[in-house]
């Protein structure tokens, strides 16, 4: 499996807080593989990336994201990215999370407060 952070940055990033902070407030790529590494199996795939991208990068201020069922999607995009998008280079304000369901939301929140705590 290829590494997105080299295991020597992995370790300057766990004994140094300066350089962990500035490296995730910038990547939203490797906030996800720092901070959620417990949940990554498989390498990520190219789509998982893309997906990614668009998150840190698009100017547009809605994003919609359809991936197969256990493709990370409500990891990456309802748990991780909205942290990111507070804490991170983009210092949103609010992080509007849809879906289909009010035990869906419910979950969404719990597992954000989950991270948090």
């Known amino acids: 499996m290829t590494k997105i952070i080299e295991t020597s940055l992995v370790n300057k990033m766990m004994k140094d ?3 962990r902070t500035s490296i995730t407030k910038d990547s ?3 906030f996800f593989h720092f901070y959620y ?3 990554v199996k498989y ?3 190219d789509f998982q990336k893309e997906i990614i991208h668009h998150l840190e ?3 547009t201020e809605n994003l919609y994201v359809v ?3 256990g493709s ?3 990891t990456m995009v309802t748990t991780a990215y909205p942290i990111w998008a507070i804490l991170g280079k983009q210092q949103k304000k609010f992080c509007m999370i849809f879906c289909q369901t009010r035990i869906q939301a419910k979950q969404h929140m ?3 407060k989950n991270e948090l705590e």
Do not use: D, P, Q
């Open 110 to 112: 719990m597992n954000i």
């Open 37 to 39: 590494a417990h949940y």
């Open 67 to 69: 991936a197969f069922r």
């Open 43 to 45: 390498e990520t795939a």
């Open 28 to 30: 939203f790529l490797y």
């Open 57 to 59: 990068k698009s100017a």
């Open 72 to 74: 990370g999607k409500s």
């Open 17 to 19: 807080k300066l350089v």
